[in-house]
């Protein structure tokens, strides 16, 4: 057990639908990351947060949006939901800001979109 | 996009052999991760090793660094059927501004499959 959840576990939809998927961190880490994993792409970083802030993005679409509460949860929103995003989506928390530690995951949610 | 290749995509042995994967990247890194990941569920974090390092141990694991040459590779000893899995190294995209935003970049993993 890494110390992060993330909620749902599994998620089925159809084209065009929102979702909210939630992550919250191991106590005391203030950085969370969100990772998309499908079967043609593979691991794909999305989008940082810093307590509370956002630092950085990677192949986040613009439909996809995300933010960091002062508790330090996460929700990541997808919106207009195409079949292609059907994928994991993972959570991961590390301590502070820098990339010189482990980063621990969530068991992820398993997004369908039908 | 991918910064981290691995090598070979499937790896099949035996219990008690050893499994060695070669990861490949391209750009300069801060560190390099190698992760774990059982069918379908979340990554568990092996080992960290640092761009100023060039080998590291963590029980049967061992992982060397060649920065050099832009590789590390993941040797497994003994291995178990438990350690039936997907191994995917991932490097620290860095930041233009200096520090690191830790951000991961992932290959696309090797499958370990440990025959009893």
């Known amino acids: 057990d890494s110390g992060v959840t993330q909620t749902p576990k599994h998620l089925i939809t159809a084209t065009g639908q929102r979702v909210t998927l939630r992550c919250s961190p191991r106590?005391?880490?203030?950085?969370v990351y969100w990772y998309q994993q499908s079967l043609d792409q593979g691991l794909q970083f999305l989008i940082h947060y810093y307590n509370g802030e956002e630092r950085a993005k990677g192949n986040i679409l613009e439909r996809f949006s995300a933010q960091q509460f002062p508790d330090l949860h996460s929700e990541l929103n997808l919106s207009s939901l195409e079949l292609g995003d059907s994928a994991l989506y993972f959570c991961?928390?590390?301590?502070?800001?820098?990339?010189?530690?482990?980063?621990?995951f969530g068991p992820g949610t398993r997004l369908t979109v039908l | 996009s991918q910064q981290g290749e691995e090598d070979p995509q499937a790896l099949s042995i035996q219990e008690g052999e050893n499994a060695t994967m070669n990861c490949s990247y391209k750009?300069?890194?801060?560190?390099l991760q190698w992760y774990r990941q059982n069918s379908g569920r979340g990554l568990v974090h092996l080992i960290l090793i640092r761009s100023n390092e060039r080998e590291k141990h963590s029980g049967r694991l061992r992982v060397t660094l060649d920065t050099s040459k832009k590789s590390s590779s993941l040797l497994i000893t003994a291995s178990r059927a438990a350690d039936t899995a997907s191994y995917f190294c991932?490097?620290?995209?860095?930041?233009?501004?200096?520090?690191?935003?830790?951000?991961?970049?992932f290959g696309k993993g090797t499958k370990l499959s440990v025959k009893p």
């Open positions: 106590s005391g880490d203030l950085s």
């Open positions: 991932a490097t620290d995209s860095g930041y233009r501004g200096g520090g690191s935003q830790g951000n991961l970049i």
């Open positions: 750009t300069s890194i801060n560190n």
């Open positions: 991961a928390s590390t301590l502070g800001l820098a990339g010189f530690n482990e980063q621990f």
